[in-house]
């Protein structure tokens, strides 16, 4: 039985790049993994994984075979009858193959296969030393690793992520010979630069994660992780409130320390007066900090940081990490003050001045068009028109703010901050100020795959607004995604879109929608070209040259707005959302295949056919709502509006007419109230009348008429059974 022996690999470096390091253990990893695969080396992986700090990257695996298992060949040659002559000596076809092989005829084996017999020659060898193969797997999976920008150092031509310093490379307690990046193998690693900055003996493999914990180094990094959990939670509760742990600056903190220390820390007061939200995003993005929250989820005045090191003076950490974070606190705080002086109406005129897209006009003819769009469906979906419009033609005025110059992924956030106390909205009413003030932030919602829609009512109907906008001005301006490139972000816009219309329960007319706003952006672009040709005239004549009709002709160009592309493109977006709740590619294809124009009545759909598919009887009559399909489209000659049931003879189709005739009188109502739930239910009773009709009934008759009576009782079927969806798709 061959021997397992665990396998550790170490690769000693300079500070690997923080958000890359995750990836190039896993990389590292899988590629140790492979490199054994395909060799035929065993592998009982058990629980590993990935193991990794600022300073190294390693594989343990706990049980690799230390040789190769035996490695047979089959080589299949010639078959008799070409390889044997009428006296059964060999022929040159046989002698060539048994040269090749290195051996003499006489000892090739003889196979047989559907053809007949045949001439094969077959080896078998002693696998190879893993220790022997172990230097070439591990180059091979270095040189796999994903480094887009890879470094050289000293005289030679080697590059990598960053310098290497060390190697580590032990199957078992035996070190393996071997070289990568000029540095030879053995069983020295590194502790902790400052704590321990010494080598480090591993006297055996399986010693590797005790040794570098004694040294100070925790190379597993969900080791690492939860420590930092731990002890940060531990640091915020010291202080009285509870600490905002977000995922993805616990990573990057994971992969800046190798012995994290949590140091709690505090600010003035006095800060807590900017948006909380400018001084998470400075704890968090730039200085890596954990802000701490009270029970109501506001910022307090404290954080932690988390700090390499044992520390011997912890005030002095403290006292580096607070004076770190002063000066980006003044410069928030002195941004919102001076943005609140400024006031909104001053911000929202500069906008004027800020070019949205080249072909669509400034920032603030966006916010023109969307105003517009925003008071037409709030009308629709019982918001307050007004408030609607007032809110959209605020909701970019925060870009022009020095906060979000500084922090832009406070777009919204300030605007929310700078409205709830600029005087210019004194007039309305507190609830319709909070309201209009909340819109702001809430229009930007989802603002990531997850997120929530917006609350608010204003807030829904200015994320549609926005939205709309963004995608008629794209297709117009001729921006519509390709490949990988989406400038303008129109795929996540029409996924926003398509999700606050849904979960908002709007039954809104999508394509109304989509002709509104494009519209707007017709009317705006027809403006623009207005003034270039007056200007571009004015400027003809003083010059005394005609005008160059070449102008005129591109700019005529630009006002074909091709909005009937929007609706599938929107659709398609809508496909990943319903794939991603577990709605089958069969249900998704036979609603979309209705078109319908609103989304929620999509949705509802959607829901319908799911609790159809689940019928005994569905399968049945997808499968013959597909097949009458067929026929229809077969079908010469056209296909009489109306059932002549004086024409109907045969029983089975007398209880179709019949059948089909009460359905229509059990679902009418059901639909025109959309529930199609009980509509597709009792068209699922029409199975037996179905599956009776197609064994007793021949549809093309040789009667004519007969047969056009057939197909307008078949059409009258399929009308009904396609009127929720397409069920046809969902026969298998």
Known sequence: MTRLAPLLIELGTE?????????????????????????????????????????????LLPGVATEQSEQRSEVLGPYLNIALDADGQPTR????????????????????????????????????????????????????????????????????????????????????????????????????????????????????????????????????????????????????????????????????????????????????????EALIATMEANQKFFPVLGEDGRLREHFVGVANIESKDPAEVRKGYERVIRPRFADAKFFFVEDMKQGLASMNAGLRTVTYQQKLGSVADKVARVAALAEAIAAQVGVDPALARRAAELSKADLQSRLVNEFPELQGIAGRYYASQDPSLDDLPREDRLALANALDEAYRPRFAGDD???SGVGKVLAIAERLDTLAGGFAAGLKPTGNKDPFALRRNALGLARTIIESGFD?????????????????IMSMHASERAAAKAHAQSLGVPINEVVWGQLNSLSEVNYEEIYPFILDRLRGYYADKGVPAQHFAAVAAKRSPSLYDFDRRIDAVGTFAALPEAGALAAADK??????????????????????????????????????????????????????????????????????????????????????????????????????????
Not at 508 to 524: F, H, K, M, P, T
Not at 667 to 687: E, F, M, P
């Open 15 to 59: 500070e690997l790049p923080v958000k890359a390091l995750p990836g190039l253990a896993q990389a590292l990893f899988d590629g140790v993994l492979d490199g054994l695969s395909k060799r035929g080396i065993a592998v009982e992986r058990g629980d590993a994984k990935p193991l990794y700090t600022p300073r190294r990257l390693a594989v």
């Open 93 to 276: 076809a046989l002698q060539g193959f048994a040269s090749k092989a290195g051996v003499e005829w006489t000892a090739l084996e003889r196979t047989r296969d559907a053809k007949g017999e045949r001439f094969v020659h077959r080896t078998v060898r002693p696998g190879a030393t893993t220790a022997a193969l172990l230097p070439e797997i591990l180059r091979e999976a270095l040189a796999a690793m994903p480094i887009p920008k890879p470094m050289r150092w000293g005289a030679h031509a080697h590059a990598f992520a960053r310098p290497v310093h060390w190697l580590v490379l032990l199957l078992g307690d035996a070190v393996v010979g071997g070289e990568v990046f000029g540095v030879q193998a053995d069983r020295m690693s590194r502790g902790h630069r400052f704590m321990h900055d010494k080598t480090v003996w591993i006297a055996h493999a399986d010693d590797y994660l005790d040794a570098l914990r004694a040294a100070k180094v925790l190379a597993d990094p969900d080791e690492r992780r939860a420590r930092i959990v731990r002890e940060v939670t531990q640091a915020a509760q010291a202080a009285g409130g509870t600490a905002r742990i977000d995922g993805d600056n616990l990573e990057q903190v994971n992969c800046l320390v190798e012995w994290p220390q949590a140091v709690g820390c505090a600010f003035e007061a006095g800060f807590l007066a900017v948006p909380q």
């Open 453 to 455: 829609i917006a609350l």
């Open 508 to 524: 809104l007319n999508l394509n109304d929608l989509i002709r509104s706003a494009s519209g707007e952006v017709l009317g705006q």
């Open 627 to 732: 097949r009458i399909r067929n026929i229809l489209r077969k079908a010469d000659g056209a296909i009489p509006g109306q059932v002549d049931h004086a024409l109907l003879s045969e029983p089975a189709e007398l209880a179709l007419a019949e059948a089909v005739e009460a359905v229509y009188a059990e679902t009418g109502h059901a639909l025109a109230h959309g529930d199609y739930v009980d509509a597709l239910a009792h068209l699922a009773r029409l199975r037996p009348q179905v599956d009776a009709f197609f064994d007793a009934v021949m549809v093309n008759a040789d009667d004519p008429a007969l047969r056009r009576n057939r197909l307008a009782l078949l059409r009258r079927l399929s009308d009904r059974l396609g009127s929720v969806a397409a069920i046809e798709h969902l026969s298998i």
